[in-house]
């Protein structure tokens, strides 16, 4: 049983800063991409930043030069620094990942999201 386990949000004002952390855990062989989405009330769900399992990023237009993409092979997490914050980046934060497992007729291979975790930023 693969999990994505995700900490971190929480209520900041404009201009600051929170810090995502994302953990799998379970019978996993290989980690492939690892990303951050996040949907607001009203709003489909769009990919924020993106990071490959040979460390190449991707980012949405919106984040670029304020948010962080990381990640953590060893403990198998992945991160993402949002720096100056503003109320547009409120919404829930959802971690995916694709992820190679150990099922029961073998290796699978399929996409896991977490639980979310909710940013709120105040003006």
């Known amino acids: 049983q693969v999990q994505l386990v995700e900490s971190g949000g929480g209520l900041v004002q404009a201009g600051g800063s929170l810090r995502l952390s994302c953990a799998a855990s379970?019978?996993?062989?290989?980690?492939?991409?690892m990303g951050w989405y996040r949907q607001a009330p009203g709003k489909q769900r769009e990919l924020v930043a993106s990071?490959?399992?040979?460390?190449?990023?991707n980012y949405a237009d919106s984040v670029k030069e304020r948010f962080t993409i990381s990640k953590d092979n060893v403990k198998k997490t992945v991160y993402l620094q949002m720096n100056t914050l503003k109320p547009e980046d409120t919404a829930v934060y959802y971690c995916?990942?694709?992820?190679?497992?150990?099922?029961?007729?073998?290796?699978?291979?399929?996409?896991?999201w977490g639980q979310g975790t909710q940013v709120t930023v105040s003006s």
């Open positions: 379970g019978s996993i062989i290989r980690i492939d991409t």
């Open positions: 990071v490959t399992s040979g460390g190449s990023t």
């Open positions: 995916n990942a694709d992820i190679f497992s150990l099922g029961e007729l073998g290796t699978i291979k399929r996409g896991y």
